[in-house]
């Protein structure tokens, strides 16, 4: 089989793409092609995307009342999407509605939860968020919270995860909704590890090994999740993909997000500086998406192709490595993994199969 002939016959699955950030603002219709962002559903077509989690993103600076608004507004938006694009997409929250979309042409959206900030210590909120279709739960993002420390910190609340924290899990395990490890510090993914009664997952991450930066996961935590069934999705985020690239880049993204605040506060005195900070930051030579596909080889050379597949973190991250620029690239990852020698059932396990698994 071709390569296209193999990306053609398998299950595609995103685990993780922040479109519903953009969706957020008035006017975004991703039923057509857009000239900015990574994502609508005209390229998700043209990438053969069957499926994609919509992350339901809240900020650790926000109050928790306003991280509960803000995450039924962003699911609101998504509803919006399917209500309005009815023969294009429909609302998955299992493996087998995924599967019976594709049969019927349409890409299945599921929706998963980038910080545990929305649930506030309540869990009926939990439970209100599962009933709209949340499957999975990113326990915090680039602060501690109520349930966890992150691996942003460098002060840690709870060494680990908190009692709350532990509840929380133990509803997500009883509901059906996975846990998350992207984000969270290393002694609150082994809190996790242990009072998770099933497997976890970590839906935009890479590996330590390749890339020495804290939110990635050293070869022993690959092979603590792995032996607990659960799975590593690799971003294609290159700061996470690739050292030098995260060291050069550093000082430039900071100075791009401060440009980026100053031209929402005020587009006109700021929007020199956010081009001359854009300028300067997409000026930097980016890794190759074949860089992803070393970090998928690094995990499968540790615990095999049954625990790996990707999460792009698309429409969330500023700079996406060069060759996958948008959802529309996603082929060449299969390319890639063809040439590589990847048999045909491997590559399908790894390009969805793998995370549908943990969704039957």
Known sequence: MTAKEIHDSIFVLDSHCDTPILLRRKGVDIGQKLQTGHVDLVRMKEGGLDASFFAIYVSNKWEPYECTF????????????????????????????ARELKKQGRIALFLGMENAGPIHKDLSLLRLFHKLGVRYITLTHTGNNEVCDSSATKEKRWNGVSPFGRELIAEMNRLGILVDVAHISDAAFYDVLKYSTRPVVSTHSCCRALCDVPRNLTDQMIKDLAAQGGVLQVTFYPTFLD????????????????????????????????????????????????????????????????????????????????????????????????????????????????????LE
């Not at 507004?73 to 998955?92: I, N, T």
């Open 243 to 358: 050292k030098e690239y995260s060291v050069a880049a550093g000082p430039l993204l900071d100075a791009y997000e401060e440009a980026q605040d100053l031209y929402d506060a005020d587009p006109v005195a700021n929007e020199k500086c956010l081009k001359e900070a854009e300028k300067a930051l997409f000026a930097l030579p980016r890794p190759s998406y074949k860089k992803v596909v070393d970090h998928i080889d690094h995990v499968v050379g540790l615990v095999g192709p049954d625990h790996v597949g990707f999460g792009s973190d698309f429409d969330g991250i500023d700079v996406c490595p060069a060759g996958l620029e948008d959802v529309s690239y996603i082929p060449v990852l299969t390319e890639e993994l063809h040439a590589r020698g990847y048999t045909p059932r491997d590559i399908e396990k790894i390009m969805g199969g793998n995370f549908l698994r943990l």
């Open 70 to 97: 803000k995450a039924l507004e962003a699911c609101a938006s998504v509803y919006d999407v399917l209500d309005r694009h009815p023969d294009k997409v429909g609302l998955a929250t299992n493996a087998k509605t």
